[in-house]
């Protein structure tokens, strides 16, 4: 149980994260930490206590196996998590070269 | 017993093998080739509308079609389905995304690496068509992934300061939409233990209902819900729609914001979750405020296509509204509304672009007169305004006539009034849009401009004349296309469909 409730409190350090900072390298290092959480929170969901890899041999019986689908979809996740932090710092600098700031209170040219 | 369409079933997967092997070859090619990007593109998407418009005789008469990826059948492999709902969406998403490629050709002359816009292009598109044909959940969410990442590189594709901080906002936004989507799906997997639609139907329908579901319920609900632009989640939409190039602005206020949220809210929650009267109540309110609230901050703006943004999440809000009513004829509304505001506010978003194109402006205060050199935009948008405020005989007046008699049916007055009160208001805001931008006094600094070019014309002509005669789907001849996705919505049958068609 323990292992799910510190899943849940890294996913609110990441939401206060990306609430709360101001500069924006921050808010992205928080989307990251939620990402994080979640792939967390996936791999606990397969997990089974004392289990084993998942890998058929021969003469061999196993009895308890941990779940491998969500280990394939974390794998997919994680991939996804990479694309979206390389356009996000990528945006991040050229915001950098045009506003000369990483304050997200004085980028701010958007308004109505 | 005719077989026959059961067997075209390998025809579904090209949905997203076109349009992600357009954009392989767009990016390898495509700057060495000059003039490879825009036949590529164009003829990607043609093919992908010429591809939705016959898949709609595969599926007459509500039947589903299931193609088994690498041959596993549902639920242990992924599935790709195509029903009633599904083609539905693809014949709205592709015939726009096919006029605004048309458009494109002469539109993106103006940036340098055209043939870059047009890979994000088709990923995007690939992202769509894989949403509206999956069966599978994961499989939805790394789908809707690609269609978002590419989104936000589209709204930042001008590299102006206003464009990366749209880009920005929208992509911390979204990113954390897109991690809530995915908790829900993690959640739901440990509790049926599949990921296949059909399959958790089938899980859910046998458990007794738990709060578990109504938690998964609000992750989708907010997860979705900013993807849609719903009013609690809106904010990202005015900014992000107006900064991008004018015929991404179509397509993300045309049909992205439909196929993201509103497609899979309604694919989610009709299909896998079911409906009850809390979650129907929740889709109405949010809905009546999206039309309001929408239409409220619209009517004060400046800025041509910051306007039309506003009036996305206005008119998303009467999609929303129609589809949370529960009635056939309230959903059936609600559809159609999709299919008609994809329409017009293309249009609208196409005639902006074309106004920009030849004034270099946006703001509606430094127009005027523009009827008189730019006939056709001047026309063309006459035709959208009408459209999108509801007058009769354009499209936009029957859906939104089929949405109010459907609050009336089931007594619900005061959403009726809403509808009503928001469709007034749109009018009024589009009248200012005419009287400032194409009616009105010719300034003098404006002599020198001229008419668009032939490609932008032409797709923005064919979209109008489209939006005049749209209103014909509600004939007799043609109703059965909107029938049975309503009924893929209504009947509650779609695991055994997917069984079914799976053999």
Known sequence: MSEYLLCLFLLCIGLYCVLRKRNIIKIIIGLGIIEYAV???????????????????KDQEILNIVDPLPQALVLTSIVIGLAITALVVAIAIRIYEKYGTFDITKIRRLRG | MN?????????IPFFTIIPLGAAFLISLFGKRIKGLPDFLANLGSFSLLALSLYSIFLVIGGRTLVYKVGGWAPPFGICMVLDALSTFMLVTVNLVSFLVTVYCINYMEKYSDKYKF????????????????T?????????????????????????????????????VMGSVASSFILLGIALLYSYTSTLNMADISGVLAEKQPATLVNFIAVLFLAGFGLKAALVPFHAWLPDAHPSAPAPISAMLSGVLIKVLGVYALMRIFFNLLGVNN???????????????????????QWDFKRLLAYHSVSQIGYVILGIGLGTPLGVLGGLFHLFNHSLFKSLLFLNSGAVDYSLGTRDLQKMGGLREKMPVTAATNLIASMSIAGVPPFNGFWSKLIIILACLQVNRFGYAICAVLASILTLASFMKVQKYAFLGKFSEKLKTIKEVPLAMKLSMVILAII???????????????????????????????VFQAAI
């Open chain 2, 467 to 497: 939006c005049i005669f749209a209103g014909a789907l509600l004939l007799p001849l043609f109703k059965g296309f909107l029938d049975s996705a309503v009924n893929v919505l209504l009947l509650n049958n779609y695991k055994e469909a």
């Open chain 2, 3 to 11: 077989h026959e369409p059961r067997t075209m079933n390998y025809l």
């Open chain 1, 39 to 57: 792939n967390l929170f996936l791999v606990l969901a397969g997990y089974r206590v004392h289990g084993r890899a998942p890998i058929l041999a």
């Open chain 2, 278 to 300: 809390t979650i129907l109540s929740l889709f109405l309110f949010l809905g009546a405020i999206s039309m309001l609230v929408g239409v409220f901050l619209a009517i004060g």
């Open chain 2, 135 to 171: 069966g599978d959940l994961f499989n939805l969410f790394v789908f809707l992934e690609i269609a978002s990442i590419s989104s936000y590189a589209l709204v930042a594709f001008g590299t102006e300061a206003e464009e990366l901080e749209a880009s920005f906002k929208y992509a």
């Open chain 2, 118 to 133: 047009y890979t994000l292009f088709m990923l995007m598109l690939a992202g769509m068509n894989g949403i509206i044909i």
